[in-house]
Nanobody, 125 residues
């Protein structure tokens, strides 16, 4: 199982980034996928979840209206489009599977499920 995030970087407040999580080694289309982040000095924070077929998505309150999760099952890839970025969005961003029902409040835990190494997003003027 491999999950590889990319697309992070430095951006000014109000800017946008699109994160990509390329996966391999498992039947991607059969898994709900999640995005989670960790800001400096803070714990893991769930961002968004997308179901196997991509028809249902869930977002943390801070992500609603600014972030959009999507997936391409043919490419075994999940995306996170982020707009109107704020300094408080600065964090390391991870994609993950088999994490439990994060959208129902289950706490993210890197010892549960499969996670990528993450990609850093820095929002600063």
């Amino acid at each position: 199982v491999q999950l590889v995030e990319s697309g992070g970087g430095s951006v000014q407040p109000g800017g946008s980034l699109r994160l990509t999580c390329a996966t391999s080694g498992f039947a991607f289309s059969r898994y709900t996928m999640n995005w989670v982040r960790q800001a400096p000095g803070k714990g893991l924070e769930w961002i968004s979840t997308i179901t196997m077929d991509g028809l249902t998505t869930y977002y943390a309150d801070f992500a609603k209206g600014r972030f959009t999760v999507s997936r391409d099952n043919a490419k075994s890839t999940v995306y996170l489009q982020m707009t109107s970025l704020k300094s408080e969005d600065t964090a390391h961003y991870y994609c993950a599977k088999d994490t439990g029902a994060l959208w129902l409040g289950a706490p993210p835990d890197r010892s549960i499920g499969s996670w990528g190494q993450g990609t850093q997003v820095t929002v600063s003027s």
